[in-house]
């Protein structure tokens, strides 16, 4: 069983910043891209950051200037790290990896619990 367990999320005043980091545990022969999707209330689920295997990098364009995605593969974490926060950045922020457990065994598309952050004006 592979879990993902994050962290790092609370309440920020606009223009301040958070780091959100977020740790796989269990079996795992190998982590391709991370991510980190939020969900606003009544809204959709949508894409933030992703960050592959190799470290190449893809943001929204809402938050592109602003957050960083980076991952320290020696300990199965991906970070967001978020500066300049607006209202509008409020939301559930959920970590997403695909992993492979085994050695020729499909990989398996894993979430995290969720992260609340709340940007207040």
């Known amino acids: 069983q592979v879990q993902l367990v994050e962290s790092g999320g609370g309440l920020v005043q606009a223009g301040g910043s958070l780091r959100l980091s977020c740790a796989a545990s269990?079996?795992?022969?190998?982590?391709?891209?991370m991510g980190w999707h939020r969900q606003a209330p009544g809204k959709e689920r949508e894409l933030v950051a992703r960050?592959?295997?190799?470290?190449?990098?893809h943001y929204a364009d809402s938050v592109k200037g602003r957050f960083t995605i980076s991952r320290d593969n020696a300990k199965n974490t991906v970070y967001l790290q978020m500066n300049s926060l607006k209202p509008e950045d409020t939301a559930v922020y959920y970590c997403?990896?695909?992993?492979?457990?085994?050695?020729?065994?499909?990989?398996?598309?894993?979430w995290g619990q969720g992260t609340q952050v709340t940007v207040s004006s």
């Open positions: 997403n990896a695909g992993i492979t457990r085994y050695p020729s065994w499909p990989e398996d598309d894993n």
């Open positions: 269990g079996r795992t022969f190998s982590i391709n891209a």
């Open positions: 960050i592959s295997s190799y470290g190449s990098t």
